[in-house]
């Protein structure tokens, strides 16, 4: 069926370097690719979606890249610091499930002070 | 908006008991989705409406689990008996327009669910 693989499932890196997550997506038309974070014990929010009508998207230290033709997308966070420890969801929407989001299985990101 | 609101925060019920979780999604929003969270699995979409009517039920893993929407602000997700397997952080989110897939997914602050 259709899927969103994303990885790795967990991150370390130091406070101040740069942390980059992928997936991969299986459905050639979707179109939709939001990231998730979501901190310990509490909601998933959005930090940044992008559509496939464009390359890259960014916002401050986070950006988003999306390669239609190998069908993978990738998080980027720059300068990171203690406060974006959190576990990162990428998902997709799939054409073969009506358009609703798959979900990436989640990146356990670990800034290290 | 005080956002999507799940209640309880928290459920700890004896197995073979019923349990019902209520949401209350943000004012205006078309759509509403029941979500699954366990480490195992993790995110699992079980159920969304549109409009109060439901859409896709295919997640749901079985008919012990029902689902209503009586009208825009109110949705509830049942188990009926409830098992230990089901213990798990159940969300609800919204969304504001008919393009669902394409929008932002609010979140509730979600229901922990332990069954005993």
């Known amino acids: 069926g259709e899927n969103v693989e994303q990885h790795p499932s967990t991150l370390s890196v130091q406070e101040g370097d740069s942390a980059v997550i992928k997936c991969t997506y299986s459905?050639?038309?979707?179109?939709?690719f939001p990231w998730y974070k979501q901190e310990l014990g509490k909601r998933p929010q959005l930090i940044i979606d992008?559509?496939?009508n464009v390359g890259e998207k960014k916002d401050q230290r986070i950006a988003v890249t999306l390669n239609k033709t190998a069908k993978h997308f990738s998080l980027h966070i720059t300068e990171t610091q203690p406060e974006d420890s959190a576990v990162y969801f990428c998902?997709?929407?799939?054409?073969?499930?009506?358009?609703?989001?798959?979900w990436g299985a989640g990146t356990k990101l670990i800034i290290k002070p | 908006d005080a956002g999507v609101i799940q209640s309880p925060r928290h459920e700890v019920t004896e197995m073979g008991q019923e349990v019902t979780l209520r949401c209350k999604p943000i004012?205006?929003?078309?759509?509403l989705f029941w979500y699954r969270q366990t480490m195992m699995r993790g995110l699992e979409l079980l159920i969304y409406?549109?409009?109060?009517?439901?859409?896709?039920d295919s997640g749901m893993p079985e008919d012990r689990f029902s689902a209503k929407m009586p009208n825009a602000s109110f949705s509830t997700l049942k188990i009926q008996p409830s098992e230990p397997r089901d213990s798990a952080v159940y969300f609800c989110?919204?969304?504001?327009?008919?393009?669902?897939?394409?929008?932002?997914?609010?979140f509730g602050q979600g229901t922990r669910l332990t069954v005993v």
């Open positions: 998902a997709a929407s799939m054409v073969d499930s009506n358009y609703q989001l798959i």
């Open positions: 992008i559509r496939s």
């Open positions: 004012s205006g929003h078309d759509y």
């Open positions: 989110a919204s969304s504001p327009r008919g393009a669902s897939w394409n929008t932002e997914a609010f």
């Open positions: 409406f549109n409009n109060n009517v439901p859409i896709d």
């Open positions: 459905d050639s038309a979707s179109n939709y």
